[in-house]
């Protein structure tokens, strides 16, 4: 019953159009004071103990970093380098943004971001090359999303956070599917593209490949310092997040000039505000899960799907199921600070791996970036390419497919996420 009364209250305040932050705040303190006798004195030392973990501080490092990156030059650098790799196929220009936006991905970690970073340089200069705006588009709206998947992701910090998971091994497990998405995006991009006739470039010789490569390693050495410094133990990865801060505003001040000293206080500002908004939604998000642990709703939850003898197999499918009509009307870190400790019990009492698990829900929080009503990437590239949500929702449609068969593999074949970090010895 009192489940019940608390998410009905939640569900309430969240379709009047209230922010989700806000929605939990005032979901948690109207439980506590008509439905239970905790102290408000309780609430306010959860509220302090809640967020003084030191892997939240990767939060602000990483989104420090991704915005050194995104005004730095580092993306047009890898954008030029994939379209010398791969702008001569059917689709070039379309195969380059994806293979970009991976690029980007790894050393970002941030899915808006990446839209932004790689879409606003790359619609423009597909549609001068003869390329529908809405086909580009829906190649930017799927591609940006890899940015969850990769390496250094603010999701997996989430979840690594709400369920004691290891945010290293989360960190590589994402590599090998994120390649694998990459990689049938571009054979969608790749069979549209011929299909329809769309351009191709001309095929760049290898001086000229070497020359992109050259000029856009120093944003590739992020991937190289953040999976090397984890896995030798030069620092953990919340430092690794710190280096990557200290490091994306090295390349982009002193090596790769596109930033003056004078931006500096803009991109600290941007970051601090991003920062900020993250941390009152998890702070709020803690309270939630204070809550819940008073009741002892996840384990009673548990229990109660322990007992429908669904087996790993259709617990996994109800999760994906609850999760992808969750993206309907939540952003992903409020549904992995909501979800995540409610399923994580039953999953861990099934056997399914924590990280397994983690990188499952990472890619139902990468489908629901991509479609309406609150897909942000939608919004991201409806800002940059000017078409309609309608119109955006039409295009992106044969990734997004691809999207949800690439969700049933990574689902029922964890191998794919595992062997990275079993072969680092991170599990």
Not at 287 to 315: C, K, T, Y
Request: net charge positive; aromatic share 10%.
């Amino acid at each position: 019953m009192n489940a019940a009364i608390l998410f009905g209250l939640l569900i309430a305040l969240m379709l009047t159009g209230m922010p989700i932050s806000i929605s939990l705040g005032l979901t948690v303190l109207t439980f506590i004071l008509t439905m239970t006798q905790v102290p408000l004195e309780a609430v306010a030392l959860k509220l302090f103990t809640g967020i003084e973990k030191w892997e939240i501080m990767a939060i602000p490092f990483f989104i420090l970093a991704g915005n050194f990156l995104t005004h730095g030059g580092v993306a047009r650098r890898m954008i030029n380098f994939a379209t010398s790799i791969v702008g001569h196929f059917h689709g070039g220009l379309a195969l380059a943004s994806i293979l970009a936006c991976a690029m980007f991905a790894l050393v970002c970690g941030s899915s808006v971001a990446t839209v932004v970073a790689i879409g606003s340089i790359v619609l423009p200069a597909m549609v001068a090359h003869g390329y529908p705006m809405a086909f580009g588009a829906g190649v930017m709206i799927t591609a940006g999303s890899l940015g969850i998947l990769m390496l250094p992701s603010i999701p997996k910090v989430i979840y690594a956070i709400s369920t004691n998971t290891s945010i290293g091994a989360l960190f590589v497990a994402g590599l090998l599917p994120g390649i694998m998405l990459a990689l049938m995006l571009a054979g969608v991009t790749w069979y549209l593209a011929k299909k329809n006739g769309y351009p191709r470039m001309a095929k760049a010789t290898w001086r000229q490949r070497f020359k992109f490569f050259r000029d856009s390693v120093w944003g590739l050495m992020l991937v190289v310092i953040i999976v090397g410094g984890i896995y030798s133990g030069i620092f953990t990865a919340t430092e690794a997040a710190a280096m990557a801060a200290v490091y994306s505003f090295f390349v982009s001040i002193f090596v790769y000039k596109d930033m003056g000293m004078k931006d500096v206080p803009k991109v600290l500002r941007d970051s601090a505000n991003m920062s900020a908004m993250l941390l009152y939604i998890i702070t709020n998000a803690v309270l939630f899960s204070f809550v819940l642990a008073n009741e002892n709703l996840p384990h009673r939850l548990a229990d109660w799907i322990l007992s429908m003898h669904l087996g790993q197999e259709g617990f996994l499918a109800v999760v994906n199921v609850i999760l992808l009509m969750a993206g309907n009307f939540m952003e992903p870190s409020s549904i992995i600070l909501i979800m995540a400790p409610i399923f994580f019990p039953a999953a861990m009492q099934l056997g399914i791996n924590p990280v397994h698990f983690g990188i499952l829900i990472d890619v139902n929080m990468e489908v629901g970036l991509c479609h309406p009503p609150v897909g942000l990437n939608l919004y991201v590239a409806s800002g940059i390419s000017k078409l309609g949500i309608t119109e955006l929702t039409k295009a992106v449609m044969p990734w997004l497919g691809t999207m949800l068969v690439f969700l049933v593999i990574v689902t029922y074949w964890p191998w794919l996420t595992l062997v990275v970090p079993r072969m680092m010895g991170m599990l």
